[in-house]
């Protein structure tokens, strides 16, 4: 795996993008929804807050494994458009919609809530996959 100044940029503009995208979809598209939910299923907001650095861990695995595994496995001389498209869906199948079925399944999650959750975050995945490919272009 080449930790080249590609690679780092990548990453970097990978990690903004995911936290802007989270906030967008968990802070905005379906904040009322999980407000709706009982103190059982969400923590309390403050509680929440107290935690953020949990998030900005995961958005630095998200962003330094999506690199990773987008490097290694693109095809150079294929459209980038193609490929970040194509990446992010296998994303999106390999990890992002099954964890929030998981979820479902375990915790108590509204289905409507699960798959508006799988949607966007899958439409999000897509679009951090394009990313990636068009800055690994050529």
Sequence with gaps: MPMD????ITFAALFVLTMALGFVVHGVLLKSDYEALTPEVMRPLDEQESKFA????AHVFIAFGFTWIYREGHAPGKSWVTQGI????????????????????VANFPLAL?????VFDGISVVIVGMTAAY????
């Design 5 to 8: 100044r590609k690679f780092w």
């Design 54 to 57: 949990f998030q900005i861990i």
């Design 86 to 105: 194509c990446f992010g869906l296998a994303f999106a199948f390999a990890s992002t919609i099954p964890f929030f079925l998981i979820y479902h399944a």
């Design 114 to 118: 699960s798959l508006k959750q799988c």
């Design 135 to 138: 800055l690994n272009r050529g």
